[in-house]
């Protein structure tokens, strides 16, 4: 066996569960994708709502639902109530967690009415929002103004608090850095009640640096002032495929936005947008992009591409031609592109409705997808849950850019996912260390892609059922998850915790960062009134005792063994 041949497996015996799943594309035509689309056309509806209020009848209800969250905040009892948690139902996250935290007994706060875009700000390139937003509603809003978020993260559902608390990023991160590295200023509520605003430079400055990869455990998010850049009707794409092993696709999709000569900041070598597509082990496309006018788009020979007409082929799908008639351009509308990926769920959909890419289908009801992730857990039950935990995989691997060839076959052996999703991000030195920093000393090493300021990383995507899963062959899934996250603390690289996480709390403080959290949970009151990041990551049921236990140890956790 060569050292990029996966392992031979048994195989698996069938279950009832593995029938049940086969055949769930029912369920999910009949009645979530129906629902689905009746909640999309609400949601929207709301924004529409919300868009014909002035800004500063928008900031009136603001400060009143602000008010409220404090009063609630101060109503708690902190010897009878259970620790803060919002009132969202967990089934609704977008992430793979099911936020089983909330099972335990929790003091419900209600952040539902902070979903409005509160001010665009052309002049300070600003743009103020609650926590709600998502990512078509403000795409929707500043797309048109030929304005955009620094970096748009790919999915509709995604909302601007989950992607500062948790994680987000798009392909235009390896210029400005993960969701969280272009917000401005944070509005908080403290665990005692109190509004502040944080900012790099203000006497907030540790809780601004901390905030990001927090889990909402520090105080309660109620605003975001986010960086605006100025933007163009189109996206100018090249598809190139590239053909070898793993560790040449590596090199490819570095040398696609990455000068050799080191010129990373050169807006002439380094394109506005990035995205490679791992196809198998020896077969990818590198994407490139670049803003453009309408007139240009619009000239005579160009192509113009609306990924976004309910028809369409999926995106992965259409880069993939690339392998057959080989490089080429399109122009994509700007909009259309930030969210290529959303009828198809990158490429989860083929596994939810194995042949909703087809084209009969497309026509059919493709202007129904996709179905909404919330809904989809909420009709999965314990036994599908526990069933994809076990054989589907929805994890990324945040890994130095140089070890992305390392990376690529680490996943190969250990898991054999294809299409893999490579996108890159910066990882800036800041004046404090985060959760999430850099290695030390890069600056130093003058590898391809970092500068002065920042390492590049990169996200491998990793989303699929596993080859062996596919063929019929065991695989423990939780195993491999363990195996991976042993792999990124080895390799100083990080998981976002919107997955599945195995890791121990001694191994989730080998990988991450505890200092300055902490620092800021003792400081600013959140010991005792939010659960730990840690906690509220940790995978499987919280009983209200395994809480009360958790918060009497946090002057003892396991991220002091580690140091």
Known sequence: MSDLEAPLRPKRKKVWVDYFVQFRWILVIFVVLPISFSLYFLTYLGDVKSEMKSYKQRQKEHDENVKKVVKRLKERNPSKDGLVCTARKPWIAVGMRNVDYKRARHFEVDLSAFRNILEIDKERMIARVEPLVNMGQISRASVPMNLSLAVVAELDDLTVGGLINGYGIEGSSHIYGLFSDTVVAYEIVLANGQVVRATKDNEYSDLFYAIPWSQGTLGLLVSAEIKLIPVKEYMRLTYKPVVGNLKELAQAYIDSFA????????????????????????????????????????????????????FKPWFYQHAQTALKKGEFVEYIPTREYYHRHTRCLYWEGKLILPFADQWWFRFLLGWMMPPKVSLLKATQGEAIRNYYHEMHVIQDMLVPLY?????????????????????????????????????PGFEHQQRQGDTSYAQMYTDVGVYYAPGPVLRGEVFDGADAVRRMEDWLIENRGFQPQYAVSELSEKKFWRMFDADLYEHCRKKYGAVGTFMSVYYKSKKGRKTEKEVQEAEQAHLETAYAEAT
């Open 403 to 439: 070890k992305v060839g390392d990376a690529l076959e680490w996943v190969h052996q250990e898991m054999e996912v294809y299409p893999l999703w490579l996108c890159p991000h910066r990882l800036f030195k800041l004046p404090v260390k985060t959760m999430v920093y850099p290695e």
């Open 259 to 310: 000068p050799r000569d080191g010129d990373q900041d050169n807006p002439e070598k380094v394109p506005d947008f990035v995205e490679t597509m791992i196809y198998n082990s020896t077969e990818g496309v590198m994407m490139t992009g670049r803003y453009a006018s309408k007139e240009e788009a619009k000239k005579k020979g160009n192509v113009i591409n609306n990924v976004g007409w309910w």
